[in-house]
């Protein structure tokens, strides 16, 4: 059975930071690339960052710089280390896997979407 869970998301005043956790079981990262996701109340789900099979990284323009995505597959969880966060870094993060990154959707409707695996979310709330 294919399984992800996020922790690690709390409460934090601007200019903080916070390390997301994914621990995922049913399947390792050689056959699987993995993303992070958000989203913020009344706004779109948001993609913010991926890393692929054979170590491919990329990440959304409003978290370059800050926020570092990796992966420790012998623990088999992917990790999201938020640095200098903003207000409006608010949201559910969730983590998903796919076969192939570049089928993860930008920006969608809600999280979770209907590809892939997903965690059930961990709120981040970053405040002023």
């Known amino acids: 059975e294919v399984q992800l869970v996020e922790s690690g998301g709390g409460s934090v005043q601007a200019g903080g930071s916070l390390k997301l956790s994914c621990q995922v079981s049913?399947?390792?990262?050689?056959?699987?690339?993995m993303g992070w996701y958000r989203q913020a109340p009344g706004s779109e789900c948001e993609l913010v960052s991926t890393i692929s099979s054979d170590g491919i990284i990329s990440y959304g323009d409003s978290v370059k710089g800050r926020f570092t995505i990796s992966q420790d597959n012998a623990k088999n969880t992917v990790y999201l280390q938020m640095d200098v966060l903003k207000p409006e870094d608010t949201g559910v993060y969730y983590c998903a896997a796919e076969t192939w990154a570049s089928a993860m959707l930008k920006r969608m409707p809600t999280c979770p979407g209907s590809f892939g695996d997903w965690g059930q979310g961990t709120q981040v709330t970053v405040s002023s």
């Open positions: 049913g399947f390792t990262f050689d056959d699987r690339d």
